[in-house]
Nanobody, 115 residues
Framework: QVQLVESGGGLVQPGGSLRLSCAAS????????MGWYRQAPGKQRELVAG???????NYADSLKGRFTISRDNAKYTVYLQMNSLRPEDTAVYYC?????????WGQGTQVTVSS
């Protein structure tokens, strides 16, 4: 059974930081491309950042320089470091795992940026 479990979300003030984690189980983690997506109320889900099985990264243009994605294959975990958070970063953040054959999603973790 495949599970992607996100953690690390919460309430943070503007300018603050959070680190999200996504722990995977039931997949050969090192062979999967991993990603973080987010969905704000009333908006479509959008890509935040991705990291390939080989470690290459890509980011939404608007987030470059503030967010950093990384992975620890030994821990079956992908991380999203979020700095200089803004109210418009408020959303549910979802972890994604994919290869040529399968795509899996986590349940999401809420991030709220507010004073």
């Amino acid at each position: 059974q495949v599970q992607l479990v996100e953690s690390g979300g919460g309430l943070v003030q503007p300018g603050g930081s959070l680190r999200l984690s996504c722990a995977a189980s039931g997949i050969a983690f090192s062979g999967y491309n991993m990603g973080w997506y987010r969905q704000a109320p009333g908006k479509q889900r959008e890509l935040v950042a991705g990291i390939t099985a080989g470690g290459s990264t890509n980011y939404a243009d608007s987030l470059k320089g503030r967010f950093t994605i990384s992975r620890d294959n030994a821990k079956y975990t992908v991380y999203l470091q979020m700095n200089s958070l803004r109210p418009e970063d408020t959303a549910v953040y979802y972890c994604n795992a994919g290869n040529w054959r399968h795509v899996y999603w986590g349940q999401g973790t809420q991030v709220t940026v507010s004073s």
